[in-house]
């Protein structure tokens, strides 16, 4: 049992380490994509209204999102790093959901301001000004930057996964792509500006892309809002139940399953669990509230049910 006891405590501590790493690199792509983020913003918004772009004006609203986005995926990973013992009453699951909903839910807003802003430069188009050949400058180095970014997200990706983690690789790949369409639509605008039909590339280019991506976003957004009202416990209370019955391992014969649920700040276990036929009915109500003793050691607030099966 001894045995037992120490190879749980030796897995526990082996994924809190590499958890702790993977959320002490992700806070610190997330802190570079937001300082890189705020020159960006502040050259955006001046060239778009010097130049009355739409795209420009659209990129802008995207960093504005960006770097709202990196904040709360820095700070998130910042609290979950130091709370290495994972104590938090909702479980870490919940925080990550957390992050990758409103990082796509901020996505969305901005993509649904970009797409009526666009329709409504359909009916008052502008002719391109001779400004976007800055905005080409600092949108190339802008490009460069957000790939840089988008590398190292993806190694992290690569050697971890989370809600957290996978909504900030989504959201990264999805800026790169935009910073590819915004600089291959400002050098044809830019090129073409003299052209008649010119006026309306830039509102279809930006709507068509804001309403893929608004379709695109949708499922992501959903599933997160989704893992957020789920009551079945996080992986950090269930690998504390099985540290308990493992604890308790010579009580019972058999161990099915178990189930968890949550009600407020109360939460419910059950057990599916198996004795020797030979046992008493007094012997399975000690190996009862022995295992009921070791959980709630483990697991404070919690109604332990016991369902016996063969």
């Not at 800055?134 to 809600?163: C, H």
């Not at 804001?210 to 269930?238: G, N, R, S, V, W």
Request: glycine content about 4%.
């Amino acid at each position: 049992m001894t045995e037992n006891n120490g190879k749980t405590a030796h897995v526990l501590n082996e994924n809190n380490e590499k958890t702790v790493s993977v959320l002490e690199k992700q806070k610190k792509v997330a802190l570079y994509q937001f300082l890189a983020e705020l020159p960006n913003l502040a050259a955006l918004i001046i060239l778009a209204v010097m130049s009355n772009s739409l795209i420009l004006a659209a990129d802008a609203l995207g960093s504005v999102t960006l770097s709202i986005q990196a904040w709360v995926v820095y700070v998130i990973s910042k609290k979950l790093a130091k709370n290495k013992s994972y104590e938090y009453d909702y479980g870490m699951g919940k925080f990550e959901s957390f992050g990758g909903f409103i990082a796509h839910l901020l996505l969305q807003i901005g993509l649904l301001i970009v797409l009526l802003s666009s329709i409504a430069g359909l009916s008052a188009p502008s002719k391109p000004s001779d400004l976007l050949l800055y905005a080409i400058g600092i949108k190339v180095i802008n490009t460069i930057v957000d790939m840089w970014l988008y590398l190292k997200q993806r190694k992290i990706s690569k050697t971890a996964s989370g809600k957290l983690v996978e909504a900030q690789d989504h959201l990264m790949k999805e800026n790169l792509v935009f910073d590819f369409v915004a600089l291959a639509a400002i050098a044809i605008m830019y090129i073409f500006r003299e052209g008649v039909l010119v006026v309306y590339f830039e509102p279809v280019v930006c709507i068509i892309y804001a309403f893929i991506m608004i379709i695109a976003i949708i499922k992501p957004l959903k599933q997160c809002a989704y893992d957020l009202l789920d009551k079945t416990m996080d992986e950090d209370i269930q690998l504390k139940i099985m540290k308990a019955m493992t604890a308790g391992y010579g009580l019972y014969d058999t161990f099915k399953t178990v189930r968890t649920r949550s009600s407020g700040q109360q939460v419910y276990i059950d057990l599916l669990i198996g004795f020797e036929e030979e046992k008493t009915f007094a012997q399975i109500n000690e190996a009862f509230d022995e295992l009921e003793r070791l959980i709630k050691a483990e697991v404070p607030n919690c109604i332990v049910s016991f369902v016996i099966t063969k």
